[in-house]
């Protein structure tokens, strides 16, 4: 057995593990990958355009069984499902981040007939279709003409022609306008036509049609958190609607208009055309969203985990285990030429060079001088001599 060395004890290496700085900011960035991961899974399969917001789905609500929402923010280019109707329709209507724009410029030879949009989504039995607008500039009263303003309307699918439409226009001021025209069937029942208009200074609202059995109601609401008031009611027909117009209209060459239509919504007894297949998955089923955000929250577990075994995997192959069997209280040096073995003095598991065996060394814990084993002794677990 090799004698001991008398040179000055070196400070033998206590076995811990550290974690460093780095390790925190690599478990932040994982766990923010798998948050991530859930927003685009709760996101996924919807439209291209995050801002978007399409619902199409059943929501009780009276004889309402059904709802449509369209949101006209953040399109950049307009959905197939509204056509372009009226005069120069596609030089006159833009779609902008904040909204549909329409644009009805001054210098038209004669009164310029509504210009805008349809949709046909077969609405039937009872209906409530509203519609947020803004009027960014309309025409001094002397150049009105024949009535100017944005306009929301119903078409009803008959062979003859049946319309109701609610415009807010401008005249000698600014006023909502509620007007139908009815054609019955038959010589002997004339054509019903009514006109008329309420004041009003707003220029941003909401407009909203209403039928409930075969009565037409014509809401406006000022601004965006006001109340609807009930303008105008009248008998109306039960047929289908064929189309849902949104556009302007200009009186006469010295009108303009510009104006913004912000949202869409359609509530009715049955949609017939509803588009399922362009629908956001997001606001079709809050049981896909709660998937999603599920299937996110497992992947950051995952990540989670993985991060703190691969970490503690290497601490264990750097350092050994940090709670040692008793049969691993001492043991021969690794093949990366270190011996670890327990201090005589605290019991602290200490780590030496192999070259240190038969030595003396000090605990670093303790400050105690004990002897490292050899490889021999620390196979039999008795110190050598």
């Known amino acids: ?28 960035l994982v766990t923010a990958a798998g948050f991530g991961a859930a927003s685009w899974f709760a996101s996924a399969g919807g439209e291209p355009d ?26 950049p280019e307009r959905e197939e499902r509204f056509e372009p109707i009226g005069p120069e329709a596609d030089k006159c209507i833009k779609f902008e981040p904040e909204g549909v724009r329409i644009t009805l410029p001054s210098g038209y030879p004669k009164k310029r007939v509504g210009t805008g949009l349809a949709v046909d989504l077969g609405i039937k039995g009872d209906f409530e279709i509203t519609i947020g607008f803004e009027i960014l500039k309309e025409p001094e009263p002397e150049q009105t003409g024949q009535g100017t303003g944005l306009f929301l309307g119903v078409d009803l699918n008959t062979e003859t022609y049946n319309r109701a439409t609610l415009t807010r226009g401008m005249g000698e001021a600014g006023q909502y306008t509620s007007w139908f025209q009815l ?50 009611e009248h008998p109306f027909r039960k047929d289908d609607v064929k189309h849902v117009r949104i556009g302007g209209q200009t009186g006469g060459p010295e009108a303009a208009l510009d104006a ?10 049955s949609l017939a055309n509803l588009p399922v ?46 709670a040692p069997r008793p049969s691993e209280q001492a043991h021969p040096a690794s093949p990366s030429g270190h011996i670890s073995f327990p201090c005589s003095g605290c019991g602290k598991k200490l780590k030496a060079r192999a070259e240190l065996a038969g030595k003396k060394v000090k605990c670093p814990k303790c400050a105690k001088i004990v002897l490292v084993l050899t490889p021999e002794a620390a196979e039999s677990n008795v110190p050598g001599m």
């Open 1 to 28: 057995m090799p004698a001991p060395d008398l040179s000055p004890a070196p400070i033998c290496e206590e076995i811990r593990t550290t974690w460093r700085p780095h390790h925190l900011v690599i478990a932040v």
């Open 50 to 75: 995050a801002q978007r917001e399409v619902s199409e789905l059943t929501v009780p609500k009276g004889g309402l069984a059904q709802e449509y929402y369209w949101s006209f923010k953040g399109t």
């Open 183 to 232: 054609t019955n069937a038959g010589p002997d029942k004339p054509r019903e036509e009514k006109l008329t208009t309420f004041p009003t200074e707003a220029a941003t609202g909401r407009l909203r049609l209403v039928r409930t059995e075969d009565v037409l109601s014509y809401q406006a609401a000022d601004g965006t958190d006001k109340d609807f008031t009930v303008l105008d």
């Open 260 to 269: 913004r239509v912000v949202d869409l919504r359609i509530r009715a007894g």
């Open 277 to 322: 297949s362009t629908a956001s998955p997001k606001f079709e089923s809050h049981g896909w969203l709660a998937a999603a955000l599920v299937a996110g929250l497992v992947i950051t577990g995952s990540c989670i985990l993985g991060l703190w075994l691969f970490f503690r995997q290497r601490r264990d192959a750097e350092d050994g285990s940090s």
